[in-house]
């Protein structure tokens, strides 16, 4: 059975950085397709960045030079490393993967079958 746990997430001031991590269980993160989603309050829930199975990355316009993911085969672990931090960012961000087939980018959530139970991230001014 798959499982998601994401976890990481806080409160951090404008310019902060934090890192948040999936931990999978169930499933191999080098198949398919694995990334990270976020919903801030009253938007919709969108793809941040995605990792192909190539090990090419994918991520949003508005997180280009500050995010980036990554996995750690060994751990079975997915990763976004979060700089420069901005209030903008401040969501719900939740780890997701889905089997083939899917499409790496732009990431559709219908294409996403197992979910993180989500962690809070709060960026203040």
């Known amino acids: 059975q798959v499982q998601l746990v994401d976890s990481g997430g806080g409160s951090v001031q404008a310019g902060g950085s934090l890192k948040l991590s999936c931990a999978a269980s169930?499933?191999?993160?080098?198949?398919?397709?694995i990334g990270w989603f976020r919903q801030a309050p009253g938007k919709e829930r969108g793809g941040v960045a995605s990792?192909?199975?190539?090990?090419?990355?994918y991520n949003t316009d508005s997180v280009k030079g500050r995010f980036t993911i990554s996995r750690d085969n060994t751990q079975n672990t997915l990763y976004l490393q979060m700089n420069s931090l901005k209030p903008e960012d401040s969501a719900m961000y939740y780890c997701?993967?889905?089997?083939?087939?899917?499409?790496?980018?732009?990431?559709?959530?219908?294409?996403?079958?197992?979910w993180g139970q989500g962690t809070q991230v709060t960026v203040s001014s």
């Open positions: 997701a993967a889905a089997k083939y087939p899917c499409v790496i980018w732009p990431m559709w959530r219908t294409d996403y079958n197992y």
């Open positions: 990792l192909g199975t190539t090990g090419k990355t």
């Open positions: 169930g499933y191999t993160y080098s198949r398919d397709c």
